[in-house]
């Protein structure tokens, strides 16, 4: 049997108000191999956010289990699986989020930096990856002088940097035109193609969930049966 | 990684820009405050340590042992001139002179008063003490004969410059009373109280058969060259590079000791500048601790992200303690050199005194602040090593960081 790239059995994450439970994902089973370019397509608060950041260790479950390469991630201590998540996981956010104070090439580098890469290495690799992101010549521009999609892009270029196993993407494309936001799933396609990547992204954009390897839909905290 | 971590901390530093700017003025003003402070107690020591030791003490005593607690009349170093030459001789020492001391009684016409003699080598003494300069009338001591009395005396006794005087004084050895005429050749002014109404500066060898001695004081003073001895600002140096010359049955007193209500207010004025050190500085964090409460909570979400990407909590928080790090060497840097300037300013003008009595001297001449170097930057090196512990409070915030919550944060 092979292994799973991620594997999530049973899982639950329930949120408490003052006033009753809120079930933002219930019972779900799903497994994700390597080169997955897969979409958790849903309305919003279907809980493809929340199912992202318990695959990301950002966030854990009120029940079930969470494998990575077979290895359960909830055993860790929270020190062990931000190192398991510098290693194996990169980040794409609806927001960009990059740092303001760092410019593209040092965003670029920092998951690198974390790592403990020598620097003339770190240099290289952040120029390699922003040519294949389109961006070089832009090396030196802090994010406040770019456009979104040129920001977003640069989001892209520090998730794959490091040479993650997994890219997860929350709604990349959200906050960018039509236009930008199809190249960007281009972008993430062919690096998915040429370089294996395993890419989980949540969308609400029918034009993104065409070009998903393998869709799971989500509504109410449930996979939908496709 | 540091130098990544460097450049993060400069430039989030600058992200508002006026914010740094006002709490790095908290803290240079906080430390140049400080360090001209620090610089006007300086200044006030050294005038202070100058008074003591110019107008009487010297920098150093010698003494027959037990002489210094018990003032004893009979305690006399014997064999004087030898002992001088001696004491002369010893690396360091730059000046000595004998004195000898006595109860006696001043009198003029139907007027008497009780003073104390002094008796004096007039060629050395001016050497260690600065009565010549302090001549307010008449001339300093030329022969045996002389005298030299305070303003204030002087005008008890209604005495002028060639005015005469009866001193009488007890024999040492037998007890037996011997008078002697002087004539008044100096009137001075001291800012030593004592010199002024209760002194009579005469010839050692009038002092010699005043109290039936010969070849003998009460004490030799020492001053030393600055280049070996500063003794000013470590006089335990003194007793550490004369102890083992010393000759047996004598015993040598630093200006700490002959000064003890100087050393004592100087002790005093340490700890209240390290009283005023911690309440500056605490008031100074309360600044860079609520400064540094606004920059994690602006920059919650940004946390969340470099925590997302695998940034440990405790990278976080060197991160941030190195922006105050960085914050506070910057103003501690900037305190130091404006306190430097304010310094300079005013040793250059001077700050006026009007009479004031501190430690039994009167401090008449304007006092000019002596920038004491070592200790301010053992204050602004003590202050940094202090930020780590301030940012203590404010990143409890960051270890606690949720990250789900802090990327929603906005």
């Given at each position: 049997?092979?292994q799973?790239?991620v594997s999530?059995?049973?899982i639950?994450?329930y949120f408490?108000?003052?006033?009753e439970?809120v079930?933002?994902?219930?019972?779900?089973?799903?497994?994700?191999?390597?080169g997955?370019?897969?979409a958790?397509?849903?309305?919003?608060g279907?809980?493809?956010?929340?199912?992202?950041?318990?695959?990301?260790?950002?966030?854990?479950?009120?029940?079930?289990?969470?494998?990575?390469?077979?290895?359960?991630?909830l055993?860790?201590?929270?020190?062990?699986?931000?190192?398991?998540r510098?290693r194996?996981i990169?980040?794409?956010?609806q927001?960009?989020n990059?740092?303001?104070?760092?410019?593209?090439?040092e965003?670029?580098?920092?998951?690198?930096?974390?790592?403990?890469?020598?620097?003339?290495?770190?240099?290289?690799?952040?120029?390699?990856?922003?040519?294949e992101?389109g961006?070089?010549?832009?090396e030196?521009?802090?994010p406040?002088?770019?456009?979104?999609?040129q920001?977003?892009?640069v989001?892209?270029?520090?998730?794959?940097?490091?040479?993650?196993?997994?890219?997860?993407?929350?709604?990349?494309?959200a906050?960018l035109?039509?236009v930008?936001?199809?190249?960007l799933?281009?972008?993430?396609?062919?690096l998915?193609?040429?370089?294996?990547?395993?890419?989980?992204f949540?969308?609400?954009?029918?034009?993104?969930?065409?070009?998903?390897?393998?869709?799971?839909?989500?509504?109410?905290?449930?996979?939908q049966p496709? | 990684?540091?130098?990544f971590i460097?450049?993060?901390?400069?430039?989030?530093?600058?992200?508002?820009?006026?914010?740094t700017l006002?709490?790095?003025a908290a803290?240079?003003?906080?430390?140049a405050?400080?360090v001209?402070?620090m610089?006007?107690?300086?200044?006030?020591?050294?005038r202070?340590?100058?008074?003591?030791?110019?107008?009487?003490?010297?920098?150093?005593?010698?003494h027959?042992?037990?002489y210094?607690?018990?003032?004893e009349?009979n305690?006399?170093?014997?064999n004087?001139?030898q002992?001088?030459?001696?004491?002369?001789?010893?690396?360091?020492?730059?000046a000595?002179t004998?004195?000898?001391?006595?109860?006696?009684?001043?009198?003029?016409?139907?007027?008497?008063?009780s003073?104390?003699?002094?008796g004096?080598?007039?060629?050395?003494?001016?050497n260690?003490?600065?009565?010549?300069?302090?001549?307010?009338?008449?001339r300093y001591l030329?022969?045996?004969g002389?005298?030299?009395?305070?303003?204030?005396?002087?005008e008890?006794?209604?005495?002028?410059?060639g005015?005469?005087?009866?001193?009488t004084?007890?024999?040492?050895?037998?007890?037996e009373l011997?008078?002697?005429?002087?004539h008044?050749?100096g009137i001075?002014w001291?800012?030593?109280p004592q010199?002024?109404?209760y002194?009579a500066i005469?010839?050692?060898?009038?002092?010699w058969?005043?109290?039936?001695?010969?070849?003998?004081?009460?004490?030799?003073?020492?001053?030393?060259?600055?280049?070996?001895?500063d003794s000013?600002?470590?006089?335990s140096?003194?007793?550490?590079?004369?102890?083992?010359?010393?000759?047996?049955?004598?015993e040598?007193?630093?200006?700490?000791?002959?000064?003890?209500?100087?050393?004592?207010?100087?002790?005093?004025?340490?700890?209240?500048?390290?009283?005023?050190?911690?309440?500056?500085?605490?008031?100074?964090?309360?600044?860079?601790?609520?400064?540094?409460?606004?920059?994690?909570?602006?920059?919650?979400?940004?946390?969340?992200v470099l925590?997302?990407?695998?940034?440990?909590?405790?990278?976080?928080?060197?991160?941030?303690?190195?922006?105050?790090?960085?914050m506070?060497?910057?103003?501690?840097?900037?305190?130091?050199?404006?306190?430097?300037?304010?310094?300079?300013?005013?040793q250059?003008?001077?700050?006026?005194?009007?009479?004031?009595?501190?430690?039994?001297?009167?401090?008449?001449?304007?006092?000019?602040?002596?920038?004491d170097w070592?200790?301010?930057?053992m204050?602004?090196v003590?202050?940094?090593?202090?930020?780590p512990?301030?940012t203590?409070?404010p990143v409890?915030?960051?270890?606690?960081l949720?990250?789900?919550?802090a990327?929603?944060?906005?």
């Amino acid at each position: 049997m092979t292994q799973s790239m991620v594997s999530c059995k049973k899982i639950k994450k329930y949120f408490e108000t003052k006033s009753e439970v809120v079930k933002a994902l219930d019972d779900i089973n799903l497994d994700i191999e390597l080169g997955d370019f897969i979409a958790f397509a849903g309305p919003s608060g279907s809980g493809k956010t929340t199912l992202l950041n318990l695959i990301g260790m950002l966030d854990s479950p009120t029940d079930g289990d969470i494998q990575i390469r077979g290895k359960s991630v909830l055993d860790l201590d929270r020190s062990s699986q931000a190192n398991l998540r510098k290693r194996e996981i990169g980040f794409i956010f609806q927001a960009y989020n990059l740092i303001p104070v760092l410019t593209v090439r040092e965003n670029v580098e920092y998951v690198m930096m974390l790592q403990g890469q020598p620097a003339e290495e770190r240099h290289q690799r952040a120029s390699e990856v922003l040519e294949e992101v389109g961006l070089a010549g832009l090396e030196n521009r802090r994010p406040a002088e770019l456009s979104g999609g040129q920001q977003q892009r640069v989001a892209v270029a520090r998730a794959i940097a490091s040479k993650p196993a997994i890219v997860l993407a929350d709604e990349p494309t959200a906050n960018l035109d039509s236009v930008t936001g199809v190249a960007l799933i281009d972008t993430m396609e062919r690096l998915n193609r040429e370089h294996g990547l395993t890419f989980i992204f949540s969308t609400h954009d029918p034009r993104v969930m065409d070009r998903a390897s393998r869709l799971v839909r989500l509504k109410d905290g449930h996979i939908q049966p496709s | 990684m540091m130098s990544f971590i460097l450049t993060m901390a400069w430039r989030n530093l600058w992200r508002q820009k006026r914010r740094t700017l006002i709490t790095l003025a908290a803290i240079a003003l906080g430390m140049a405050c400080l360090v001209f402070f620090m610089s006007l107690m300086r200044g006030f020591q050294v005038r202070l340590i100058g008074l003591g030791t110019q107008t009487m003490k010297g920098e150093a005593q010698l003494h027959v042992t037990d002489y210094q607690k018990t003032h004893e009349t009979n305690l006399l170093i014997s064999n004087l001139e030898q002992t001088r030459e001696k004491a002369q001789s010893w690396r360091g020492v730059r000046a000595v002179t004998p004195r000898l001391f006595s109860p006696s009684l001043a009198a003029m016409g139907d007027r008497s008063v009780s003073v104390e003699l002094i008796g004096v080598d007039p060629k050395t003494e001016p050497n260690i003490s600065n009565w010549k300069e302090r001549i307010w009338k008449g001339r300093y001591l030329e022969k045996p004969g002389d005298i030299m009395i305070g303003k204030k005396l002087a005008e008890k006794l209604e005495l002028d410059i060639g005015g005469k005087l009866v001193l009488t004084a007890a024999d040492i050895l037998n007890g037996e009373l011997n008078s002697q005429l002087f004539h008044v050749s100096g009137i001075l002014w001291s800012q030593n109280p004592q010199l002024n109404q209760y002194s009579a500066i005469i010839h050692l060898e009038d002092a010699w058969v005043l109290t039936g001695t010969h070849d003998a004081a009460h004490e030799i003073a020492l001053v030393f060259d600055s280049s070996l001895v500063d003794s000013i600002k470590n006089p335990s140096v003194i007793h550490h590079t004369l102890d083992s010359q010393i000759p047996e049955g004598l015993e040598l007193h630093d200006w700490r000791e002959l000064l003890p209500e100087v050393a004592l207010m100087l002790k005093f004025q340490d700890f209240f500048l390290m009283l005023s050190f911690l309440m500056i500085m605490f008031l100074v964090a309360l600044g860079m601790m609520n400064t540094m409460g606004m920059a994690i909570i602006e920059r919650i979400r940004e946390f969340g992200v470099l925590q997302a990407l695998g940034t440990l909590p405790k990278l976080m928080v060197r991160m941030v303690m190195m922006e105050f790090l960085l914050m506070g060497i910057c103003g501690a840097l900037f305190g130091v050199l404006f306190g430097w300037i304010v310094t300079l300013i005013c040793q250059y003008t001077g700050i006026p005194l009007n009479q004031v009595e501190v430690s039994g001297f009167v401090l008449t001449e304007p006092l000019y602040p002596a920038m004491d170097w070592l200790r301010a930057w053992m204050y602004a090196v003590m202050f940094c090593a202090l930020i780590p512990i301030f940012t203590l409070i404010p990143v409890q915030r960051i270890t606690k960081l949720d990250t789900v919550r802090a990327l929603r944060f906005s």
